[in-house]
């Protein structure tokens, strides 16, 4: 079981804006360990989307923005496209577990 | 091209073991750290192991500490991992993934995994 928790899904119409939360604790982003996002399209390995909390890979549309506060980070995606539907993880760093990274439990976002 | 392409999948029997390989070519493989990321069928990530560029340091989740071995040989660019005591629950596709380092305008640098292997598909069954 993940310590960084994400809704399961999210859905949005094209051109819409949808957001993903990962919401940790005291011991990962509230520790101010640095947040990063990963895409997983269907049937192929993850790719980085935002580095550091809030920065964009060279390549990433600048449609995906990261954000954190407090215990919690959010992906946002705007101008939603159908290519973008796929599953999201955040993934930081623990203290609670030994030498530990961590990956959010993942959120199928979902293109009406 | 940067390039990650991991083997030594398979089918094996409860208690036994497999040893996964990870031929690295496009980037100097001695200067970044690697982990080992794994999948079960229909669910999400989960961080198995990582290891410092040049091997001093290896940190593993409490799922597997004890029973899985990360090493790397930076003369062969191949990072491995020996999984011994398999279980049902290890059953999963498993990556191996680099960490990048990253840099924003103020100069403050983060390590994200920048580039992932296609996976090595591990099944644990009698």
């Known amino acids: 079981q993940s310590v960084l928790t994400q809704p399961p899904s999210v859905s949005g119409a094209p051109g819409q804006r949808v957001t993903i939360s990962c919401t940790g604790s005291?011991?990962?982003?509230?520790?101010?360990?640095?947040v990063h996002w990963y895409q997983q399209l269907p049937g192929t390995a993850p790719k980085l989307l935002i580095y550091?909390?809030?920065n964009r890979p060279s390549g990433v549309p600048d449609r995906f923005s990261g954000s954190k506060s407090g215990t919690s980070a959010s992906l946002a995606i705007t101008g939603l496209q159908a290519e973008d539907e796929a599953d999201y993880y955040c993934q930081s760093y623990d203290t609670s577990l030994s030498g530990s990274e961590v990956f959010g439990t993942g959120t199928k976002v979902t293109v009406l | 091209e940067v390039q990650l392409l991991e083997s030594g999948g398979g089918l094996v029997q409860p208690g036994g073991s497999l040893r996964l390989s990870c031929p690295a070519s496009?980037?100097?493989?001695?200067?970044?750290?690697m982990s080992w990321v794994r999948q079960a069928p229909g669910k999400g990530l989960e961080w198995v192991s990582g290891i410092s560029g040049r091997g001093g340091s290896a940190y593993y989740a409490d799922s597997v500490k004890g029973r899985f071995t990360i090493s790397r040989d930076n003369s062969k660019n191949t990072l491995y991992l020996l999984m011994n005591s398999l279980r049902a629950e290890d059953t999963a596709l498993y990556y191996c993934?680099?960490?990048?380092?990253?840099?924003?305008?103020?100069?403050?640098?983060?390590?994200?995994?920048?580039?992932w292997g296609q996976g090595t598909m591990v099944t644990v069954s009698s």
């Open positions: 005291s011991s990962n982003i509230g520790a101010g360990y640095d």
């Open positions: 993934a680099k960490k990048g380092d990253f840099y924003d305008s103020s100069g403050t640098t983060y390590d994200a995994f920048d580039i």
């Open positions: 496009g980037f100097t493989f001695s200067g970044n750290a």
């Open positions: 550091g909390d809030n």
